[in-house]
């Protein structure tokens, strides 16, 4: 998923100018991502915008707002916005999450986060700041999402399991708790790659379910063909 072009069912990304490229997080995240009737969707760190854009495709009555701290992500971004059947319904800010501060809060939160504290970082600044905690640290993001979130609101994000464990800490200290976690393997029987999770402000029993990229041949698991068939080409009806 490396091309400057990315073609889904409905939509199309250029990334040419992101740090981070699509990715089967991202996809999988704009997939399972959900809230009761959400009329108004917040995507934290959109990069490309392409969980934005699915969560438009979802929910054709919903407006979705993206935040990007990057500004030529953010300027991508608007573009592929701008370029999509969804364009009046979406819009972004290029600024830092911590600063963001709208007028209403949303029914649905999304997040790709970054989520290396203290990784060996690289001579891309655009990249580091894709994947490291230094301009979002979990405490801001579950801090922020507190107070953006409507009280029957949900927030997802994806994490690798360590990090998750990390943030359902912070997540915790704010008001959040966990109510769903999907936990994402390569194929049965192999190492837990990401857990994908929803928080709401109103505690109730958390629960789990697991997500398989690929059978033990190689082919679609029925638990990600089943996600991604309404976006990704290849498992277009």
Same mark, same amino acid.
Request: glycine letters at 4%; hydrophobic letters at 40%; proline letters at 5%.
């Given at each position: 998923?490396?091309?400057?072009?990315?073609?889904?069912?409905?939509?199309?990304?250029?990334?040419?100018?992101?740090?981070?490229?699509? %990715?089967? @997080? /991202?996809?999988?995240?704009? *997939? #399972?991502? !959900?809230?009761?009737?959400?009329?108004?969707? =917040?995507?934290?760190?959109?990069?490309?915008?392409?969980?934005?854009?699915?969560?438009?495709?979802?929910?054709?009555?919903?407006?979705?707002?993206?935040?990007?701290?990057?500004?030529?992500?953010?300027?991508?971004?608007?573009?592929?916005?701008?370029?999509?059947?969804?364009?009046?319904?979406?819009?972004?800010?290029?600024?830092?999450?911590?600063?963001?501060?709208?007028?209403?809060?949303?029914?649905?939160?999304?997040?790709?986060?970054?989520?290396?504290?203290?990784?060996?970082? %690289?001579? @891309? /600044?655009?990249?580091?700041? *894709? #994947?490291? !905690?230094?301009?979002?640290?979990?405490?801001? =993001?579950?801090?922020?999402?507190?107070?953006?979130?409507?009280?029957?609101?949900?927030?997802?994000?994806?994490?690798?399991?360590?990090?998750?464990?990390?943030?359902?800490?912070?997540?915790?200290?704010?008001?959040?708790?966990?109510?769903?976690?999907?936990?994402?393997?390569?194929?049965?029987?192999?190492?837990?790659?990401?857990?994908?999770?929803?928080?709401?402000?109103?505690?109730?029993?958390?629960?789990?379910?697991?997500?398989?990229?690929?059978?033990?041949?190689?082919?679609?698991?029925?638990?990600?063909?089943?996600?991604?068939?309404?976006?990704?080409?290849?498992?277009?009806?």
């Amino acid at each position: 998923m490396s091309e400057s072009w990315f073609y889904f069912q409905q939509f199309k990304v250029n990334q040419s100018h992101c740090a981070m490229k699509i %990715s089967t @997080d /991202a996809v999988l995240l704009g *997939a #399972l991502a !959900t809230s009761d009737q959400p009329a108004n969707i =917040l995507d934290v760190g959109t990069g490309t915008g392409v969980i934005a854009l699915m969560l438009a495709q979802r929910f054709c009555n919903a407006k979705v707002h993206a935040v990007e701290i990057d500004q030529e992500a953010a300027i991508q971004a608007s573009e592929n916005f701008s370029g999509s059947k969804f364009f009046k319904r979406i819009s972004i800010s290029n600024m830092r999450f911590q600063d963001f501060e709208p007028n209403h809060q949303f029914d649905l939160i999304a997040s790709n986060p970054p989520y290396f504290p203290n990784h060996l970082k %690289s001579q @891309d /600044a655009k990249r580091n700041r *894709a #994947l490291h !905690t230094d301009e979002l640290s979990f405490s801001d =993001l579950a801090e922020k999402v507190s107070a953006l979130l409507s009280p029957s609101g949900h927030f997802w994000l994806i994490l690798p399991p360590r990090q998750m464990v990390q943030f359902n800490v912070e997540a915790l200290k704010c008001g959040l708790y966990p109510i769903s976690n999907y936990s994402l393997q390569d194929k049965p029987g192999s190492r837990l790659l990401r857990n994908i999770c929803a928080f709401s402000k109103v505690p109730k029993e958390c629960t789990f379910a697991e997500i398989y990229v690929k059978n033990e041949d190689g082919t679609p698991h029925l638990t990600y063909s089943r996600l991604v068939s309404g976006f990704l080409l290849a498992f277009k009806d």
